[in-house]
T-cell receptor, first 116, second 118 residues
Framework: ETGVTQSPTHLIKTRGQQVTLRCSSQSGHNTVSWYQQALGQGPQFIFQ???????GRGNFPPRFSGLQFPNYSSELNVNALELDDSALYLCASSLVMGTSGGETQYFGPGTRLLVL | GESVGLHLPTLSVQEGDNSIINCAYS??????FIWYKQESGKGPQFIID?????DKRQGQRVTVLLNKTVKHLSLQIAATQPGDSAVYFCAEKPHLGNYGGSQGNLIFGKGTKLSVKP
């Protein structure tokens, strides 16, 4: 186990609704990255939070937003849900020191979102 | 739980044999590479990583080889066990500043499903 936790484990929403997913990072880590994994695909990077600010974003629309809190936990918010948003949402925590990069990301178990 | 291995390349090996899983990465500027194992219904689990200044790195029963000339990564699993059955993903991390300014993203490959026959 990585020590990264996510809630809820499963969620069912209808199109147009909004959803908030939560992630607690591993102890000692300061950075959280969020990924979307569609069935049969590899995870796709949504964004990363470092020092409570967005630190890079993938090709996702603005209705995907996030927060990071002082304790390094994070939320992913998705507005105006679409059917294609149905996926496994993964968060990964890591320790970033300076600008060296290359930090290892450790994943949580994910939240399975189904949009009907 | 549902399988994340649908429509993925599949490697089937006999228990006790060695497994080799291959991956072609996309960005010549990537300087960090990771192999993850994902079991059905779970998040990806870190296996081993390698930086671009290395060609080979060994862990417990696993070895990663990096060929930067042809942008190829491989994962070797020795004495494969039934518990190794999963989907394996390689991931690359572009060098900072060379990929749209994003500093955090891992780029994942399509994955390979490893099935171990007892």
């Amino acid at each position: 186990e990585t020590g990264v936790t996510q809630s809820p484990t499963h969620l069912i929403k209808t199109r147009g609704q909004q959803v908030t997913l939560r992630c607690s990072s591993q102890s000692g880590h300061n950075t959280v990255s969020w990924y979307q994994q569609a069935l049969g695909q590899g995870p796709q990077f949504i964004f990363q939070y470092y020092r409570e600010e967005e630190n890079g974003r993938g090709n996702f629309p603005p209705r995907f937003s996030g927060l990071q809190f002082p304790n390094y936990s994070s939320e992913l918010n998705v507005n105006a849900l679409e059917l294609d948003d149905s996926a496994l949402y993964l968060c990964a925590s890591s320790l970033v020191m300076g600008t060296s990069g290359g930090e290892t990301q450790y994943f949580g178990p994910g939240t399975r979102l189904l949009v009907l | 739980g549902e399988s994340v291995g649908l429509h993925l390349p599949t490697l089937s090996v006999q228990e006790g044999d060695n497994s080799i899983i291959n991956c072609a990465y996309s960005n010549s500027a990537s300087d960090y590479f990771i192999w993850y194992k994902q079991e059905s219904g779970k998040g990806p689990q870190f296996i081993i990583d390698i930086r671009s200044n290395m060609d080979k790195r060994q862990g417990q029963r696993v070895t990663v080889l990096l060929n930067k000339t042809v942008k190829h990564l491989s994962l070797q699993i020795a004495a494969t066990q039934p518990g190794d059955s999963a989907v394996y993903f390689c991931a690359e991390k572009p060098h900072l500043g060379n990929y749209g300014g994003s500093q955090g993203n891992l780029i994942f490959g399509k994955g390979t499903k490893l099935s171990v026959k007892p």
